[in-house]
T-cell receptor, first 116, second 114 residues
Framework: GNSVTQMEGPVTLSEEAFLTINCTYT??????LFWYVQYPGEGLQLLLK?????DKGSNKGFEATYRKETTSFHLEKGSVQVSDSAVYFC???????????????FGQGTILTVHP | ETGVTQTPRHLVMGMTNKKSLKCEQH?????MYWYKQSAKKPLELMFV???????ENNSVPSRFSPECPNSSHLFLHLHTLQPEDSALYLC?????????????FGSGTQLSVL
């Protein structure tokens, strides 16, 4: 089956620190990979995505590279801000030949808290 | 604001109550989804609708009953729930089904079953 494993949280950092949230996956097919972010009191928003091996997704200073050889999609940011405090979800969707039903498989989420 | 609106934001109900969750999108999307977010567990897909037709029921108990009267509205009817059903229920939509689709999520309904 398909599964996504994220590093255990919560993660607590000081402002301007470097962030890494690890994500690894297992998939029966060839997946697209996503990072979603959930700010307090809000729904999930797509942060970035990558659809094939070696692609790098980036948005708002966050980056993640699709590593097929290590089945990983680690999220990184060089300098975090207080406003980045949120829950981050790694997810995959199989690129089936036909429809994939939008069936995202999510990791359990990692809580990030950034202090001033 | 993602364009997907869920009501109510919070709901407390007893195990014998009947209630409904509502989701509305005016993004012109054809596919809509219900997800369940429980504490310390991965997000779980519950139902998928495409052009008002249910295309996926992810082994959800019958005490959860979805309804999709049109492509813009999605309901989740609840009856005789259990305390373990307490969770955040998220609605999402996408332009179509298929790989690489971007999902737009609502803010969710926080459900507490007493």
């Amino acid at each position: 089956g398909n599964s996504v494993t994220q590093m255990e949280g919560p993660v607590t950092l000081s402002e301007e620190a470097f962030l890494t949230i690890n994500c690894t996956y297992t998939a029966t097919g060839y997946p697209s990979l996503f990072w979603y972010v959930q700010y307090p009191g809000e729904g999930l928003q797509l942060l970035l995505k990558a659809t094939k091996a070696d692609d790098k997704g980036s948005n708002k200073g966050f980056e993640a590279t699709y590593r097929k050889e290590t089945t990983s999609f680690h999220l990184e940011k060089g300098s975090v801000q207080v406003s980045d405090s949120a829950v981050y979800f790694c997810a995959l969707m199989i690129n089936a030949g036909g429809t994939s039903y939008g069936k995202l498989t999510f990791g359990q989420g990692t809580i990030l808290t950034v202090h001033p | 604001e993602t364009g997907v609106t869920q009501t109510p934001r919070h709901l407390v109900m007893g195990m014998t109550n009947k209630k409904s969750l509502k989701c509305e999108q005016h993004l012109g999307h054809n596919a809509m989804y219900w997800y369940k977010q429980s504490a310390k567990k991965p997000l779980e897909l519950m139902f998928v609708y495409n052009f008002k037709e249910q295309t996926e029921n992810n082994s959800v108990p019958s005490r959860f009953s979805p309804e999709c009267p049109n492509s813009s509205h999605l309901f989740l009817h609840l009856h005789t729930l259990q305390p373990e059903d307490s969770a955040l229920y998220l609605c999402a939509s996408s332009q179509d089904l298929g790989a690489r689709q971007k999902l737009f999520f609502g803010s969710g309904t926080q459900l507490s079953v007493l």
